[in-house]
Every structure is written in C-alpha cells, then in structure tokens.
C-alpha cells in the first residue's frame, strides 16, 4: 500500500513564504523522513491567494472571518482564495491530513492572534486550517507533531 501525502504549511519546511521573508523550519527527524520519501505536499495559503513576500503582519478580526493587515487593508479574499486552493490541492493529492503552522491568521488551529495587533490570543483557528477541518481532513499544528505521526501511521502507512 502507498503511504498517504501529509499537507504541510512551507514555511514549515524551511520555504522563506513568512510574512517577514523568513521560515518556521522545523528540525525534526519524522519531517525530514516524510520529505525525503516525497510525503509532503508544501504550500502556503496567504501566498496561494496571491499576498507577496515579504507582506504586512495579518490577523483575523475575532469571532470573525474578517483579516486585516496591520495597514489596516482588508485581505479577506486573499485568505479565503488561499483557503480554497489549499483545500484544492489538498483533494487533488489525496492527503489524510495536514501539519500546519501554529497561531497564523491561515494556518493556525485552535489559538490565533485576536485581530487587534496586541499579541493577545484567542481560541479559534485560521481561515485555511478551519476550511480543511470543515472538509474532514484532520489538522494537526507543528507543536503537535507527535499526535500527527500517530494519526498517520493510524491510517496504515
């Protein structure tokens, strides 16, 4: 049996697609593992839906699907494309789940940044993560790196 394709947010894997220019590289044995066995599927929601690097810091308005910039621009369609070609992408490669990076207006699952620019957290999660979780794939953030690798090798791979 083939093993199933893991989606993974690209500054995770070291891509400089942060809104600063930068990456989130994780140093992990099982990423590297996945990666070299072409288990990832890497990309990034915000530049997906079309925003550049470097950008402006983003944030979710909370209890909202609004996202602004710290310019104060409007750049909900920008995530929401993002959100919809991720979960595109994520269909047409056939992943059983997706590692995303944790607190961003896109990827984050469970606490984000409240949309007020003061660091302030809040329970909820990013535009992409909550449209993969609406579509039944599971998401896990990189801090919960042990409970994807269960949940993969779970699936049989």
């Known amino acids: 049996m083939k093993e199933q394709k893991i989606l993974i947010s690209a500054c995770l894997i070291g891509e400089n697609v942060k809104y600063d220019g930068g990456h989130n590289a994780l140093h992990s044995e099982i990423i590297h ?25 983003c944030e979710v308005i909370k209890g909202t699907n609004k996202v602004i910039c710290k310019t104060g621009e409007d750049v909900s ?16 490669e056939g992943v059983c789940m997706a590692i995303l990076k944790a607190r ?5 699952k469970d606490v984000i940044y409240d949309g007020t620019f003061t660091s302030t957290k809040v329970e909820d999660s990013g535009i992409t993560c909550k449209l993969l979780q609406e579509s039944g794939i599971p998401v896990f953030s990189e801090e919960e790196l042990a409970l994807a690798y269960a949940f993969w090798k779970s699936k049989g791979n």
């Open 77 to 92: 369609l920008a995530f929401e494309k993002g959100a919809t070609e991720s979960l595109k992408i994520a269909k047409e």
């Open 33 to 57: 593992r996945w990666k070299e066995e072409g288990l990832l599927v890497p990309l990034c929601p915000e530049v997906l839906g079309g925003l550049s690097v470097p950008r402006p810091t």
């Open 104 to 108: 961003s207006p896109s990827c984050g």
